[in-house]
């Protein structure tokens, strides 16, 4: 069974900076498809970045530059750093892995961690 943990949300003030972590179990991690996901406040999920196989990193024009994908073999965990945080970045962020590294599909995702930018 696969279980994909995230941690790392808190509330930061705008301008500021995060990482959120990924713990992954259950699944082979090395050939896995890792991605983020957001939910915010009564809007629908979005796809955040991605990360492939090969680690090949994607991520959607809007926040190129600002987010950060990476992940670590050893330890089975992907990471996303946050940097220049603002307040439309609010939102319960999700680990997933699929067969894409792009878009809001997936076949395993986290139980999320919150993240809220205000000052």
């Known amino acids: 069974e696969v279980h994909l943990v995230e941690s790392g949300g808190d509330l930061v003030q705008p301008g500021g900076s995060l990482r959120l972590s990924c713990a992954a179990s259950g699944l082979n991690f090395r050939s896995a498809h890792m991605k983020w996901l957001r939910q915010a406040p009564g809007k629908a999920l979005e796809w955040v970045s991605g990360?492939?196989?090969?680690?090949?990193?994607y991520y959607p024009y809007s926040l190129k530059g600002r987010f950060t994908i990476s992940k670590d073999n050893a330890k089975t965990t992907v990471y996303l750093q946050m940097n220049n945080l603002n307040p439309e970045d609010t939102a319960v962020y999700y680990c997933?892995?699929?067969?894409?590294?792009?878009?809001?599909?997936?076949?395993?995702r986290g139980k999320g961690t919150r993240v809220s930018v205000s000052s």
């Open positions: 997933a892995a699929g067969i894409s590294v792009r878009g809001v599909d997936y076949t395993d």
């Open positions: 990360i492939s196989s090969q680690v090949y990193t």
